[in-house]
T-cell receptor, first 113, second 113 residues
Framework: NAGVTQTPKFQVLKTGQSMTLQCAQDMNHNSMYWYRQDPGMGLRLIYYSASEGTTDKGEVPNGYNVSRLNKREFSLRLESAAPSQTSVYFC????????????FGPGTRLTVT | GQQLNQSPQSMFIQEGEDVSMNCTSSSIFNTWLWYKQEPGEGPVLLIALYKAGELTSNGRLTAQFGITRKDSFLNISASIPSDVGIYFCAGLNYGGSQGNLIFGKGTKLSVKP
């Protein structure tokens, strides 16, 4: 039981390049989340998926898109990376939206030059 | 939007000392979660609280859900060097924002051997 896994662990992009961050959970959770963490800003919600087949914007969605591929997987895409998207990205999951404990993955450290 | 005030922002203590940190909000929460994040890792759930007044322990950690439902505290007894990290509180209001967690900005704990 691996919990929440994320790939890649590290990534360097040039401005304008695109990439997809992958997340998977094996806890049969319905809800999944993408956060970014920046110094002094704490954890900010980018997008979430309350259940399979639904996605919604969080606090800072601009420049990102998401796909809930199936119940296990929730990907985050940067179509045209910008230096302001340099951050650490965390995926998380919870059994049900609005209820209970939330578990995080190990993070993806992204640098955009 | 909802905000959590977490204090102190940082603590530098001697090994063996007890530690106390807290979170307060102007809003009522139905769940309080406490996380620890070590350098280069994702947040790890330490304690979950579901009822006002609830006091829960996890080894040397004790957390309480405030009676007013607007605050929570975390105590660490007899600190050791491996307690080093950033501790986050998170509150959940079932009725707001699809039940998304609101995070404090963290308390950075340093322990001197």
């Amino acid at each position: 039981n691996a919990g929440v896994t994320q790939t890649p662990k590290f990534q360097v992009l040039k401005t304008g390049q695109s990439m997809t961050l992958q997340c998977a959970q094996d806890m049969n959770h319905n809800s999944m989340y993408w956060y970014r963490q920046d110094p002094g800003m704490g954890l900010r919600l980018i997008y979430y998926s309350a259940s399979e087949g639904t996605t919604d914007k969080g606090e800072v969605p601009n420049g990102y898109n998401v796909s809930r591929l199936n119940k296990r997987e929730f990907s985050l895409r940067l179509e045209s990376a910008a230096p302001s998207q340099t951050s650490v990205y965390f995926c998380a999951s919870r059994a049900l939206a609005g209820l209970g404990e939330q578990y995080f993955g190990p993070g993806t450290r992204l640098t955009v030059t | 939007g909802q905000q959590l005030n977490q204090s102190p922002q940082s603590m530098f203590i001697q090994e063996g000392e007890d530690v106390s940190m807290n979170c307060t909000s102007s809003s009522i929460f139905n769940t309080w979660l406490w996380y620890k994040q070590e350098p280069g890792e994702g947040p790890v759930l330490l304690i979950a609280l579901y009822k006002a007044g609830e006091l829960t322990s996890n080894g040397r950690l004790t957390a309480q859900f405030g009676i007013t439902r607007k605050d929570s505290f975390l105590n660490i007894s007899a600190s050791i060097p491996s307690d080093v990290g950033i501790y986050f509180c998170a509150g959940l209001n079932y009725g707001g924002s699809q039940g998304n967690l609101i995070f404090g900005k963290g308390t950075k704990l340093s322990v001197k051997p």
